[in-house]
């Protein structure tokens, strides 16, 4: 099976996608830029949403669930929203469909017209200040701290799985504050969580930073990120915490009474990660034999493949490793026996190194006699032969130094190609290799238009932490804050 | 603020509503018949979910996600489906919307019109058994135990909060099989799945039936239902699980290579529940003062509330609650402490008698001289003061005998208003007072539409358990194979 993929350096992206379709994590639908995702790949997005949702509790956040239809008029309540958004929406404009003439297939009832449109939401800033509003009199109804999961269209005309589909599912958080300053700590404060989930439980390195005024969310006064570099050399745009300050508030007048007995504006942060993670985290760690997932994430961290010639062979293995998984249970370690014996041991290897399971054990007649097992990893595709004694220990460790180790060749990948460049004419040419540039930049929307024209790179971020020494922009000699990471990207 | 409500024996449908406002579950939100769910709502519902979840993967079952859209034509495909399935759906024509001409507003693009129209979801068996195709080819493909939490809509004209709204949230399970006996076996199952939850979480007595007919899913060759008695006599379909047969599969071209060489049309079922379980949970328990949850499904199951005066109070109060709170953890008991100093304790004891939370404590500085603590339970609204040494295992069983309690008053109460009634004079005047009527019915619709169209009564199920006693229809006179529940309904 796994000899199906394409390889990375023949063809990445049909790589990409072979690897989405033969590892059952989506597919395309019936429905143009929808996908399935399948019990596989779903499995791994309840692993993302259980952790990240655990991470939004102990922050002190609450879910609820808003419409998910807009009505059309609400788009065009926030100037800058509406204007700097997408405009490629699913409109709902009937609601009724009836028989038709030949009773053949039913057509759209023409007297069912709504009278203004609904929108499927492409994100729920303007519904949920609407709901806000009633919500809010007086500070003390304030912060409001809540997340949504779920679905949102946004028409795009050229989709890939998971990276860019009409349908998408991720989580909102849309939060309401007293002051400034909590609202732009609550906007950091959420960075930060994304940036751990990233870095701990996706092993995936990312940068803090802040979008330039022409890549920031439309109504939003600043939009925070973390940038992830995948294995081609494109950055992947991983999560965003927008500090939307009183423009929400004012489109939806949502005034609140202050501690003080004056009257003020609402603050607001808004802040999403979507199954577009999906993508990042087959991209970051997977190779030419398949998924790679770093152990925090996977549905079942171990597998485990009997050897054996007929039933009794496989009743005497099935006792070994009944009481393997119970002591690995024991450890919380989750784990799959396949005993299933409509395939072969050979499929299943290349099935379960297709998937991406970090640990892979065999277990055949002469391990019983000699009280071994056969351990393999996934992510070094190594393998050796150890005492059955104490395995589970052995395991444990063995998992968390999978997580370690991936977490690191995805770092060191993007070490060995982030670099500084100090000339357009360089530029030119290190963008063509991929990686991450960090360079002198202007501050200007002009320079980075001319930029991406010339070269289709963008800023990603105005890095928050690192190098703050000044210096010229590479393009234009204008004083220059700071480097700013510029990358092509998905 | 209990004071509020309106009372049930004054204006049941008002106390109902009042109650859902009021206690923050959901409200009505600016796109007609879609609700917000709210925080508290949506921590019930979290809980429901996540009980769920667990015992459909302890079945075997994954899940996995499908488009919100479905291509309008591919509901004709199954003609009962279309046929008997209501016309009222949300219809996306287009897909995009544009600046309109003095640029103050948007208007939805003409010249993005879809070639065909696309129907948000109302249900998925069109679009899973139309990717089910491409799963599906031979017997070692089956069993597909899958599930879908997800969102969905039917354009009620008249809805009220978590009962009957536009867009509801649901899972539904979708399976496939090799067999006949293996779907029937399966949506049993599932029937039995419900009915547990419903019992033993919800503290709601369910009766597992089958519906006549003319109440079942378009499409299926049988639907099994549970259904519940709500306070005022009204019966509430909680689940529904149908055996859909070959249908949909012929409608789709799903057939299997069978183990013995041939081929054959796959087998399904399908099953969900919604968050119309939410309005059943609050009208079986609940009273004038508020809700009443049952321990198993509460957000917090224990509120602590401090009665102090003054920092240093408090402060001592709090020493004592944190140990108390550890204590409570162990033992898995979620607990919220209340020391919010802008709301006095009256409010709050009359918010978390609203809110439903099942055991209520409260500290204050005489109690800390004595060693006490006051314990309040909601579904009695009695209280008494105990030593505060060892009251944790105290409270452990305190829940376990609310949730116990409050299903077997609801259990009672249903045994109060279900009788047999033999004549249809007799049902006519019975009816008036609401409850379960177990009545002789000669099976066909002409008599079940015959009795719905007099009394506004249906048949709420062919009961699968209890007396299956032959007699004569109580309209016709005909012979009747058993007693069938009818009931007025939600």
Known sequence: MAKELSSRSENYAQWYNDLVLKADLAENSAVRGCMVIKPYGYAIWEKIQGELDRMFKETGHSNAYFPLFIPKSFLSKEAAHVEGFAKECAVVTHYRLKNSADGKSVIVDPEAKLEEELIVRPTSETIIWSTYKNWIQSYRDLPILVNQWANVVRWEM???????????????????????????EETEKMLGVYAEFAENFMAMPVIKGIKSANERFA?????????ALMQDGKALQAGTSHFLGQNFAKAFDVKFQTKEGGEDYVWASSWGVSTRLMGALIMSHSDDNGLVLPP???????????????????TQISIRVKELISKLKTLSI????DDSDTRKP?????????????????????DLENGTIEVARRDTLTKET??????????????NDIQTTIYKKAFDYRASVTREVNSYEEFKI?????GFLLCHWDGTTETEEKIKTDTKATIRCIPLDGDKTPGKCMVTGKPSAQR????RSY
Do not use: D, M, N
């Open 158 to 184: 050229r989709t890939r799985l998971f990276l860019r589909t009409a349908e998408f599912l991720w989580q909102e958080g849309h939060t309401a504050h007293a002051t400034k300053e909590e609202a732009l």
């Open 219 to 227: 109504g939003a006064l600043e939009t925070y990120c973390i940038e």
């Open 296 to 314: 925090k994430l996977a549905p079942f961290q171990v597998v485990i493949v009997p050897i054996y010639k007929g039933e009794e062979q496989l």
């Open 334 to 337: 989750s784990v799959k026996y």
């Open 346 to 366: 050979g499929w299943k290897f290349a099935e379960y190194e297709l998937k991406g399971v970090p640990v892979r054990l065999a277990i055949g007649a002469r």
């Open 386 to 399: 150890v005492s059955i004694e104490g395995v589970e220990t052995y395991i444990q460790t063995l998992l």
């Open 430 to 434: 290190e963008i063509e290799k991929g």
């Open 484 to 487: 700013v990471i510029f990358a």
